[in-house]
Nanobody, 125 residues
């Protein structure tokens, strides 16, 4: 069973940066496409970024393009999300997710089988 644990969340001022990290255990992360989703209070969980197993294919939500970068280190079983130029609307709980294949559902919650517990990111104005 693949287990995912996020870290790196916190409070930051608008314009600042944070780096989230997701560590996989139980199985090697190189066998999984990995993604980040986020959920703000009162809103549905939404797609942020995804990476194929090799990291060759990467996709971002339009709202974070040019500001966020997803990267993975399969040797360390980690996938990171570097978040720059943060805005108050980026405030949310951020979740790491994994699925065996990088499918057409890469940006859908239903496409992922494994989830972390989430880490809170709060951006103050």
């Amino acid at each position: 069973q693949l287990q995912l644990v996020e870290s790196g969340g916190g409070l930051v001022q608008a314009g600042g940066s944070l780096r989230l990290s997701c560590t996989a255990s139980g199985r090697t992360s190189r066998n999984y496409a990995m993604a980040w989703f986020r959920q703000a209070p009162g809103k549905e969980r939404g797609f942020v970024a995804a990476s194929s197993r090799s990291g060759v294919r990467i996709n971002y939500a339009d709202s974070v393009k040019g500001r966020f970068t997803i990267s993975r280190d399969n040797a360390k079983n980690t996938v990171d999300l570097q978040m720059n130029s943060l805005k108050p609307e980026d405030t949310a709980v951020y979740y790491c997710a994994a699925q065996p294949n990088y499918s057409s559902d890469y940006d859908a919650v239903k496409g992922y089988d494994y989830w972390g517990q989430g880490t809170q990111v709060t951006v103050s104005s």
